[in-house]
């Protein structure tokens, strides 16, 4: 089973960026997490960053007919208005679940809207890296017993 894993928009300054809000975790430091839980659960994962809006629809593009089962998507700030991001994700037939690692209904009200919200099995925010791995076992649990999986 393969998951593919997103990370959007200034996330690759994870570490770096508001430790407040993000924690002092690296992507790196994200993505070996990820990587442990999904030997765990006996799922290969694929890890994705960009910052280029354009280079993430293409990625999402190239989906189908990878054997990927589902998608955990942080797509930053591009959550909050990236109808080309939605739009593409609407075309998987697969589960979607959306994280966040700050609680983005506790910050600014733009924040509190989400574009991708419409076309994903659920959202996950606030938990820090616990936001990424609950994704991942969200993810994982909808491939093994959800019928449609694209929403509940």
Request: aromatic share 6%; no cysteine; glycine share 8%.
């Amino acid at each position: 089973m393969k998951i593919l894993i997103l990370h959007g928009v200034n996330l690759n300054m994870f570490g770096k960026r508001d430790p407040a809000h993000y924690g002092t975790a690296t992507l790196a430091d994200i993505n070996a997490a990820l990587a442990d839980l999904g030997k765990e659960l006996g799922v290969e994962l694929e890890t994705f960053q960009t910052n280029h809006e354009g280079e993430m629809v293409e990625r999402i593009h190239r989906v189908p007919g990878e054997g990927i089962r589902a998608v955990v998507i942080n797509a930053g700030a591009w959550t909050h208005y990236s109808y080309a991001i939605a739009d593409a994700l609407a075309i998987l037939d697969m589960p979607v679940v959306e994280v966040h690692m700050s609680n983005v209904h506790a910050r600014e009200a733009f924040r509190h809207e989400s574009v991708l919200s419409t076309v994903s099995a659920g959202s996950i925010a606030g938990f820090g890296v616990q936001s990424y791995l609950l994704g991942l076992r969200a993810a994982w649990n909808l491939i093994q017993n959800t019928r449609d999986t694209r929403r509940l």
